[in-house]
Structure formats: structure tokens, C-alpha cells
Nanobody, 125 residues
């Protein structure tokens, strides 16, 4: 079982930046990939970015390409999401998830085995 704890959310003006962190503990050594998703009120959970622990696969949603960067620190079992040029439409609760074994599709929330509690990101216009 892998436990995930997100941090780094907050209130920022449009055009600003935030860095989210997702610290993993438990059987993280056997997991395959980590991903970031977001969910705004009355919306479904939406893929943002994902990365394998080897770094061999990285994927982004089209809406964040060029603005967000996902990275990992294997020594700290932590995955980061650097968010630049934030827009009001980026406002959501951001969740990190873990995939325990290989999955072809990193964008599908159904492929993730566990989730953190989420961190709120609010971008004001």
C-alpha cells in the first residue's frame, strides 16, 4: 500500500506560479508511475501530468503543456508539479495518484491504485 500526501496549493493571481509536492510512503519502491489530476466543482477528475519513476515516460494534458512541469526526486519519493503562467481555469483541487504496476495509459484515472487527499489551487483573475 502506498500513501500519498499533497502540499503546496494556495491562492495566486493569474500569471503567477505554484509548486505542488506529492510525498509518497509505503511500498513505493514497487510502483510504476505517479500522476497529477485536478477536479473543479461539478467536473470530472481531469488528467494533468504523469511521470514514471524511471523518468522514461512523461505525459501532459494539452491544456498545460508549456506551462506545467512534472518532475520526481527518487531519493525523497516525491513528485512535483511546477505550475507557471497560471490561469483562472486552472482553479481546482489537485490530486496525485500512484500506479502500482505497468499501465499503458497514464491519462486514465481508473488506472491509478490510490490517491492523496488533494490540495486546493485557486487562481484569481
Amino acid at each position: 500500500q502506498v500513501q500519498l500526501v499533497e502540499s503546496g496549493g494556495g491562492l495566486v493571481q493569474a500569471g503567477g506560479s505554484l509548486r505542488l509536492s506529492c510525498a509518497a510512503s509505503g511500498r513505493i519502491f514497487s510502483s510504476y508511475a505517479m500522476g497529477w489530476f485536478r477536479q473543479a466543482p461539478e467536473n470530472e477528475r481531469e488528467f494533468v501530468a504523469a511521470i514514471t519513476w524511471t523518468g522514461g515516460r512523461i505525459d501532459y494534458a494539452d491544456s498545460v503543456k508549456g506551462r506545467f512541469t512534472i518532475s520526481r526526486d527518487n531519493a525523497k519519493n516525491t513528485v512535483y508539479l511546477q505550475m507557471n503562467s497560471l490561469k483562472p481555469q486552472d482553479t481546482a483541487v489537485y490530486y496525485c495518484g500512484v500506479i502500482n504496476s505497468y499501465r499503458a495509459l497514464l491519462k486514465s484515472p481508473g488506472n491509478y491504485d490510490s490517491w492523496g487527499q488533494g490540495t486546493q489551487v485557486t487562481v484569481s483573475s
